[in-house]
């Protein structure tokens, strides 16, 4: 399989760190041997609060989940109010640990009381779309706090509501003022909402470059949106050419952070794909997997696997049935194919 281009970048640069490592520990070695008589080699400081938080961001984006979880525990508890937040996004994603709005608003909170404005932001989110209204009414107020505190993460939750006009006077441009602002900033989420509306439109005029260079770089830092999206683009091949390579590796991405379009439409490549390794097993894996959830794609391959006998026992009846509920939930494909074969 062709590695893609963002997969041998950053292979490449991780090759460059682990050289420069080197060299640096060498050099080490060297001025300590050359400045001390002793035989004894100083013990390594233990890695400060902030390092820990680090090395968790780096295991996050690489997919390392448990290694990013134990991480930002241990840089939580030595009082690292970033890595607080990284455990309430954690639990919010479901990604290592069972999915639990209750825990995910539980460290955000220990966050957001240590002053740091970005936490404020995350649990002034998590409140208005999860709490009471009282709760709405507080986490409104902790967001706009945070935008005063220049917070990129308080400008790209503002923007959001500002966006979707239920607790806030919907104003468009005003959300898109901030939105631009926090992917400056470089925060991810504003990168990946920003990306998907310049691909479909809302909100701005499209623009296929702009939505792939913003969707390429949520991607490339774990956003499981963007890497969803992004897949799409090289599997339909708007904006770029069409490679089902890239689209699965992308797919495949947003899968392992529980994305269930990604999960489905990596299972449609694993199914038809004519450039990549098909395996209908682990499709059909995946396509129960996201029907379940209620993701309509999958529930209408799934159906036409049942169908078909394909990765699974033949059995028309229940096929027949999953894509008439499927065709009724308004899933264009299913209706042509019940029409097509007079089902």
């Not at 060498?26 to 080699?41: D, R, V």
């Not at 005063?148 to 607790?167: E, I, K, P, R």
């Not at 479909?200 to 005029?205: F, K, N, P, T």
Request: net charge negative.
């Amino acid at each position: 399989m062709r590695f893609p281009y963002f997969f041998v970048v950053r292979t490449h640069a991780l090759l460059g760190i682990k050289l420069c490592t080197a060299l640096l520990c060498l050099l080490a070695l060297h001025t300590a041997h050359a400045n001390t008589t002793e035989t004894e080699w100083a013990e390594p400081a233990p890695p400060t609060a902030a390092q820990l938080f680090e090395q968790g961001q780096v295991a996050l984006v690489g997919g390392l989940f448990e290694d990013s979880l134990n991480l930002f525990r241990k840089a939580a508890t030595a009082g690292n109010s970033a890595a607080m937040s990284a455990l309430g996004d954690l639990y919010q994603q479901g990604l290592a640990v069972a999915r639990s709005d209750r825990d995910a608003l539980a460290w955000y909170r220990r966050a957001a009381a240590t002053g740091d404005a970005d936490a404020q932001a995350r649990l002034g989110l998590a409140l208005v779309r999860h709490g009471s209204p009282a709760d709405q009414k507080s986490g409104l107020a902790l967001i706009r706090q945070s935008v005063a505190a220049h917070s990129a993460h308080g400008q790209y939750a503002l923007g959001t509501l500002l966006l979707q006009g239920t607790v806030v006077a919907k104003d468009e441009d005003a959300a898109i003022s901030l939105l631009s602002a926090a992917a400056n900033r470089g925060e991810l989420a504003a990168q990946s909402l920003l990306g998907q509306m310049y691909l479909d439109g809302h909100a701005v005029q499209k623009h296929g470059d702009m939505a792939f260079e913003l969707l390429s770089e949520a991607a490339r830092q774990g956003d499981a949106e963007a890497q969803y999206r992004l897949g799409t683009l090289f599997a339909e091949g708007w904006v770029v050419e069409r490679d089902e390579h890239e689209a699965a590796y992308w797919y495949e991405r947003a899968a392992e952070r529980g994305n269930l379009e990604g999960q489905a439409r990596l299972a449609v490549l694993l199914l038809q794909g004519e450039k990549v390794h098909r395996d209908p097993l682990r499709a059909i894996e995946l396509l129960r997997h996201a029907a379940t959830q209620g993701i309509a794609l999958a529930q209408f391959h799934l159906g036409l696997c049942m169908l078909e006998g394909r990765g699974v026992p033949q059995d028309p009846a229940q096929g027949q049935s999953l894509l008439r509920q499927v065709a009724k939930s308004g899933l264009p494909e299913a209706t042509l194919y019940l029409k097509e074969h007079s089902l």
